[in-house]
């Protein structure tokens, strides 16, 4: 069985992280992949990770409001590459025309799967046009607005996967990386650095407490100029303006006490942290406040209602109040090693294996 996949691919991005658990557990499993992706794409934040062989890119993309529209689009790899199943991820964002015109000759070749990452119905017309075989939801909440416009017969619940369970040596990667073995580490990365302000009064009263330092990785795509002045204010962070691939970013979560996010509540119903679930297998403790990115989340992170929440929950981790245990049951669930076989066990029905 050969599988096609049309998504962003190795950047900071939702879409494109989900796309990585599972194609390349595929390719673990001995599955063949082929990748269709963007040269250029407005949501393509760089992670620095190098393309597998099987990566194609073919299409690049300039504007995604209201509609995504491309620039460039070589339809030719669609059209000659085989591949039994079609993977589309975030319609929404990819270049709906071109893909739309190609459709027929798609299907002809593949059974045809989207993956709902939208957080609320599309303003592109054409998004509901697609005669796709299956289409796949994280949770309910997709399901809610997806099944308005969609055969609910069609639709399946397979969650976001999560990165496996992978735990490291702090001693060992605090030791790699250079940094201080005596020190409380917390770690933040991202593009959206400037949601981090509203928790620095917190850290800067545990720096007082502990000796501290607070590394944050920014995304060079990000807007990071008004954040960067605050490092005079605050001497214990550390600021990169980075990407960081996957190998790197769980050096850095192995040599952390604590990883920790900060986001407003979204206006959509239908939204999840991919960030955490690409985390959360290195074992490394999630702080994250309360909102409706987490509101599927349990024990396996730690939710903070306020900074003083904030602050008695690092001090408990500091001290050494924190296990392993819910993070591994979780993981034994949604692992991307365990949700890979929920999409060959679909493909096989599509099929009719």
Not at 126 to 132: G, K, P, Q, T, V
Not at 149 to 169: A, V
Request: proline residues 6%.
């Amino acid at each position: 069985m050969k599988i096609g996949f049309m998504t962003l691919w190795n950047v900071a991005n939702g879409p494109s992280i989900h796309a990585e658990l599972i194609g390349r557990e595929l390719v673990n499993m001995g599955y063949e992949i082929k990748v269709f992706s963007a040269i250029e794409h407005p949501d393509a934040r760089p992670t620095n990770q190098v393309d597998e062989e099987y990566v194609i890119r073919h299409f690049s993309v300039d504007r995604v409001i209201p509609i995504t529209r491309a620039y460039y689009f070589d339809p030719n790899p669609l059209i000659d590459e085989d591949y039994d199943i079609f993977i589309a991820e975030n319609v929404e964002r990819l270049p709906t025309l071109e893909l739309y015109e190609l459709f027929p000759i798609i299907k002809d070749k593949a059974k045809t799967i989207m993956v709902v990452h939208e957080g609320g119905p599309s303003k592109d017309p054409l998004y509901y046009m697609f005669d796709w075989d299956a289409i796949v939801c994280f949770d309910e909440r997709y399901v809610e607005f997806i099944g308005r416009y969609f055969p609910r017969d069609r639709i399946h619940i397979i969650p976001y996967p999560c990165h496996p369970y992978k735990p490291g040596d702090k001693e060992s990667a605090r030791e790699r990386l250079n940094l201080p073995k005596d020190y409380k580490i917390l770690f933040s990365y991202g593009f959206r650095p400037n949601d981090l302000l509203k928790i620095l009064p917190a850290i800067e009263d545990l720096s007082k407490i502990y000796k501290l330092k607070y590394i944050i990785f920014v995304n060079p795509y990000s807007k990071y100029e008004d954040f960067i002045k605050l490092a005079g204010k605050y001497p214990f962070l550390d600021i990169h303006v980075s990407a960081l691939p996957l190998d790197l970013l769980y050096e850095y979560l192995y040599a952390s006490d604590a990883l920790i996010f900060y986001r407003e509540s979204s206006r959509y119903k239908a939204v999840l942290s991919s960030s955490v679930c690409l985390t959360l297998g290195s074992g490394c403790p999630i702080l994250f406040n309360e909102c409706n990115f987490v509101e599927k989340h349990g024990d396996e992170i730690i939710k903070y209602k306020d900074l003083n929440d904030l602050k008695n929950k690092l001090i408990k981790i500091f001290e050494g109040d924190f296990a392993h245990n819910h993070i591994k049951r979780f993981l034994s669930l949604r692992g991307s090693n365990v949700l890979a076989e929920k999409y060959i066990s679909l493909f096989k029905e599509l099929i009719g294996d």
